[in-house]
């Protein structure tokens, strides 16, 4: 079993990327996709969600700015980022639950949990 992103790097404000999860190894369309972010030394922040028939979630601090979207033919989840900002810096993590559920799970509640990557958004 394996996530792996990708699409991660250093971007201006204001400026957009789309990161990418490959899902392998398990029946990706029955699970529920998150999105989380974590800072060093702060919380793990949870930031958008779909669940398996394609409904998404987003936490208040990205509502209107990014994008969460599956393509279960392909195995792949995104996240399109747009209007970045500073505090939008963080390790980003895709992650995998069946069933779904509660929000947002503490790390060991999900099933599949990828290795991160990086984003900075910085002038």
């Known amino acids: 079993v394996q996530l792996v992103e990708s699409g991660g790097g250093l971007v201006q404000p204001g400026g957009s990327l789309r990161l990418s999860c490959a899902a392998s190894g398990f029946t990706y369309s029955r699970y529920r996709m998150d999105w989380l972010r974590q800072v060093p030394g702060k919380e793990r922040e949870g930031v958008a969600s779909i669940d398996s028939d394609g409904n998404p979630r987003y936490a208040d601090s990205v509502k209107g700015r990014f994008t969460i979207s599956r393509d279960n033919a392909k195995n792949t989840l995104y996240l399109q980022m747009t209007s970045l900002k500073p505090e939008d810096t963080a390790m980003y993590y895709c992650?995998?639950?069946?069933?779904?559920?509660?929000?947002?799970?503490?790390?060991?509640?999900?099933?599949?949990w990828g290795q991160g990557t990086q984003v900075t958004v910085s002038s």
């Open positions: 992650a995998a639950v069946n069933p779904g559920g509660t929000m947002w799970l503490a790390r060991q509640e999900y099933n599949y």
